[in-house]
C-alpha cells in the first residue's frame, strides 16, 4: 500500500478530541447525524457536478450503516462526490479541524447548552471512535481512491486505497465506553430521531430505514388534510389527532419552512417546554424550540426547519438574536392569519375549536400587541344568547349546543340606554342567582369563566376604556327591580329600612352591607350576595399576591329582597304582628325566631355564592332544624 503522507494536522490543541469529547459531554449520539448529513451534502454535490457535466452521474444516492460486531466498527457510506488525495488535506485536515477548534473556541464562552449541538462535522466522530478511518474515491475522472486514518491524536496518515465506486466510507473504531453504537436498534433509533426526513435513502445492513418524505417541503397544494394528521399522529403518536394546522413556508428574510399543529386539547399542553421539532435542512436537531417561538405558542406541536436559525450558539443567546425574535414574529402572524382564516371561511368549526384556542388567543393578546390586534375580532366568549342560524349566524352555535360571540356581535344587541355595559358571568354556578335575574329580564350575559378570564377580562377593560364591564353579581340596575313607592309607617321608616335594621342586627356584622329591593320576577330569590367590582378587585389582588382562592370577601353586599314570600313574612314576624308565646327578659321569642331566620336568609345566599365554611356548616344544619321546628310549632 502506497503511503502518500504522514504528519500533523495543523491544530493549536495538541489533542483536540478528548477536548471535545469532554465539551460535548453528553449527547455523543450527534456523531450519526453529522455523518450522515455530509453524506447527503455529498450526493448532492456529485449530483450538481454531474449536471454541469464535471463528472459521472452515478447510482441511485443512498447512504449505507453497516455494523461489525467483531471489528467493533461501525463504518458510514455514501455514493456522493467523494474526495481526492487534495481534497482530504484541505476539507478533512483543514477545514474539518479548524471548525473544531472554532466550536471548542465558542464553547469556552459559552455555559448554557447549545441546541442540539449541530453542525459539529466530521470531527464529532472522535466523541465515540478510538480510529477513524476515511475511505474516499472522487467522483472526478481519473481518480484514486485514498484511505485517511487517524487515531484522535492530531497524527494522520495518507496512502492509495481500494474502491471501486466514487464515494466515501467513515469507519468508526469505537471506543470501548461507546460501545452502544454496535447494537442495530440504537443505530435505527438515532436514523429515525435524525435523518429520517433526508431525502436520501439511509439503509442500516440493507434495509432502508427513514421515511424520507418531509411533507412541510411541499406545497400545501399537495397535501391532503390525511397527509397533515398522518404527519401529526407520526410525530405525536397516540396523542389523537390535531385541531388544525398552519403551513409554513418563506424565502425571505430567511429560509424557513414548517408545519404547526394545534392540539386538540390544551389541557395536557406544555407551556413551558415547547413541543415544536427544530430541523435544519431536513436533519432533525431538538424536540423543544423553547427561544424560537413565543412563548404563548409553545403548545403548538410540529416542524420548524430552517437553515436561518443560529445553532452553535447558546440558548440565551438565541432568545436575544434579532433574526431568531423575527422569525417567532413571523410564526405568531403565520398563526394569527391561519386562525383568521378559519373564522372567516367556517366560523362554525371556528366556535367548535374554541375551546381549546382561547388560551392561545388570550394569553397571546395579552402578551403580544401585535398579536393582540391580529386576533381582536377573533375572540369569543360564551353567550347565555341563544345561537343564530344561517351562514354566519351569531351567536354561532358551538360545541354541546353552546352558543358563542365575539365582543363587537354582543355590543351589536345591546340597547341603546346601555350600549356600553358588558355583563358577564365568571362562575354559571355561584353566580346562578344573579345571573338568572339578568337572563329573566332579557339581558344577554357573556360567560367568561375559564381561569385566563381573571386576567383577560381586566386587560380587555383596559383596551377598551370606552366600555363598562361589570360581572352578573356586582349590582342590580333598575331593570331588575319593581318600581314602586314605599310608604313610610308612623315611626318614619318604610318596609326597606326596618329589614334593613332587622338583618344589620340578625347578621351583627360591620363589614356586611345590607340593601333592601323589590325584585322582579316570581323567581327571583329572597336574598343575594353581591360583590361590587371596586370590593371583589381588591379581594382578587389581595388572593393573587398571596398565592390562595380569592373566595368570599369579608366586605360584602347581602341584597334582600322585600318582594320575597320569606322576606315578607319575616317583617310582619319582626313587627310583632304574628303571635307571639312566652317572653320576658331579654329579645323575645318572636324576636329571636326573626333573628335567627334573617341569619338564615343570609346563609342560604351564601351558599349559593360559593357555600359555607366547614365550621359554619354544623351551625346551619342546627338552625335549620331548630327553626323548622319552631316554624311547625307555631303553626306557620
Ligand atoms: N462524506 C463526505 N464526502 C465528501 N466530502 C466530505 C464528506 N465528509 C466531509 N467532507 C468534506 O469535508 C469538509 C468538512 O466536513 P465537516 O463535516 O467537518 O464540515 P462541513 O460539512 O463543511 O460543515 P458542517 O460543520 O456543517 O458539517 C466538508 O465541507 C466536505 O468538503
Redo the contacts with the bound molecule.
Keep these: 500500500m502506497t503511503v502518500l503522507e504522514q504528519g500533523q494536522i495543523q491544530i493549536h490543541t495538541e489533542n483536540i478530541f478528548p477536548i471535545i469529547k469532554k465539551a460535548v459531554y453528553s449527547g455523543h449520539e450527534v456523531f450519526l447525524r ?2 450522515v ?3 447527503v ?2 450526493i448532492s ?1 456529485r449530483r450538481m457536478a454531474a449536471m454541469a457535466g464535471d463528472c459521472s452521474e452515478g447510482p441511485e444516492a443512498k447512504i449505507s450503516i453497516r455494523i461489525d460486531r467483531e471489528a467493533k466498527t461501525l463504518t ?1 457510506s ?1 455514493n ?4 481526492n488525495v487534495d ?1 482530504v488535506k484541505r ?2 485536515n483543514q ?3 479548524s ?2 477548534e472554532d466550536f471548542l473556541e465558542k464553547y469556552k464562552q459559552e455555559n448554557d447548552a447549545i441546541i442540539g449541538h ?7 466522530s472522535f466523541m465515540v471512535a478510538k480510529q477513524v478511518e ?1 475511505v ?1 474515491l472522487s467522483a472526478s475522472a481519473g481518480a484514486e481512491a485514498v484511505r485517511w486514518s487517524c487515531d484522535g491524536s492530531p497524527n494522520f496518515s495518507l496512502e492509495v486505497a481500494e474502491r471501486s465506486e466514487p ?2 466510507d ?1 469507519i468508526l473504531h469505537l471506543m470501548e465506553e461507546e460501545l452502544e453504537y454496535i447494537e442495530p436498534t440504537r443505530i435505527r433509533t438515532l436514523i429515525t430521531t435524525y435523518c429520517d426526513f433526508l431525502p436520501v435513502e439511509v439503509q442500516l445492513e440493507g434495509e432502508t430505514v427513514n421515511k424520507r418524505e418531509a411533507p412541510w417541503r411541499k406545497s400545501p397544494r399537495d397535501l391532503t388534510d390525511n397527509d397533515y394528521i398522518e404527519l401529526y399522529r407520526y410525530l405525536y403518536p397516540f396523542q389523537g389527532d390535531p385541531l388544525l394546522w398552519v403551513h409554513l413556508n418563506t424565502d425571505y428574510p430567511y429560509n424557513l419552512q414548517g408545519i404547526l399543529f394545534f392540539p386538540k386539547s390544551t389541557g395536557r399542553a406544555d407551556w413551558e417546554k415547547g413541543e415544536i421539532k427544530l430541523y435544519c435542512n431536513n436533519v432533525f436537531v431538538s424536540d423543544s424550540i423553547k427561544e424560537v417561538v413565543p412563548r404563548y405558542l409553545l403548545p403548538l406541536r410540529g416542524v420548524i426547519d430552517s437553515p436561518d436559525i443560529p445553532l452553535n450558539v447558546s440558548r440565551s443567546a438565541l432568545q436575544t438574536d434579532r433574526r431568531v425574535r423575527s422569525i417567532g414574529g413571523f410564526v405568531a402572524k403565520k398563526v394569527g392569519d391561519r386562525l383568521k382564516e378559519l373564522h372567516r371561511n367556517d366560523p362554525k368549526r371556528y366556535a367548535e375549536s374554541w375551546e381549546s384556542l382561547a388560551p392561545f388567543i388570550k394569553i397571546g393578546a395579552m402578551e403580544d400587541e401585535k398579536f393582540a390586534d391580529q386576533v381582536a375580532d377573533l375572540v369569543l366568549f360564551g353567550s347565555t344568547a341563544a345561537a343564530g342560524e344561517g351562514d354566519s349566524p351569531d351567536p354561532i352555535p358551538g360545541e354541546g349546543g353552546k352558543a358563542y360571540t365575539t365582543l363587537a356581535g354582543y355590543r351589536t344587541r345591546l340597547d341603546g340606554a346601555n350600549d356600553k355595559r358588558i355583563l358577564y358571568c365568571t362562575d354559571e354556578a355561584g353566580q346562578a342567582g344573579a345571573l338568572a335575574l339578568w337572563k329573566s329580564q332579557g339581558a344577554e350575559v357573556l360567560l367568561a369563566d375559564t381561569f385566563i378570564d381573571t386576567q383577560f377580562i381586566p386587560w380587555l377593560e383596559y383596551r377598551h376604556e370606552e366600555l363598562k364591564f361589570q360581572r352578573v353579581d356586582s349590582e342590580l340596575d333598575e331593570s331588575l327591580q319593581e318600581k314602586e313607592s314605599e310608604i313610610s309607617d308612623a315611626d318614619g321608616k318604610d318596609n326597606s329600612e326596618k329589614l334593613r335594621d332587622l338583618f344589620k342586627a340578625a347578621l351583627a356584622n360591620d363589614k356586611i352591607t345590607i340593601q333592601v329591593q323589590a325584585l322582579k320576577g316570581d323567581n327571583a330569590p329572597a336574598a343575594l350576595i353581591l360583590l361590587p367590582e371596586q370590593m371583589r378587585r381588591l379581594n382578587d389582588m389581595g388572593a393573587l399576591m398571596e398565592q390562595r382562592l380569592p373566595g368570599l370577601p369579608d366586605h360584602h353586599v347581602l341584597l334582600v329582597n322585600r318582594k320575597h314570600k320569606l322576606v315578607e313574612g319575616l317583617l310582619k314576624l319582626s313587627a310583632g304582628s304574628v303571635i307571639t308565646t312566652g317572653g320576658g327578659g331579654g329579645s323575645s321569642p318572636s324576636q329571636q325566631l326573626a333573628d335567627d331566620l334573617g341569619r338564615h336568609v343570609y346563609e342560604l345566599a351564601r351558599l349559593a355564592v360559593g357555600g359555607l365554611e366547614p365550621n359554619e356548616l354544623a351551625g346551619f344544619q342546627q338552625r335549620s332544624a331548630d327553626l323548622m321546628g319552631k316554624l311547625m310549632e307555631r303553626g306557620l
Design positions: 453529522e455523518l448529513s455530509n453524506g451534502d455529498a454535490k458510514i455514501d456522493g462526490i467523494g474526495m481534497e476539507y478533512i477545514v474539518a479541524f471548525s473544531a449541530f453542525g459539529l462535522g466530521f470531527y464529532s476515511l474516499t464515494g466515501t467513515v
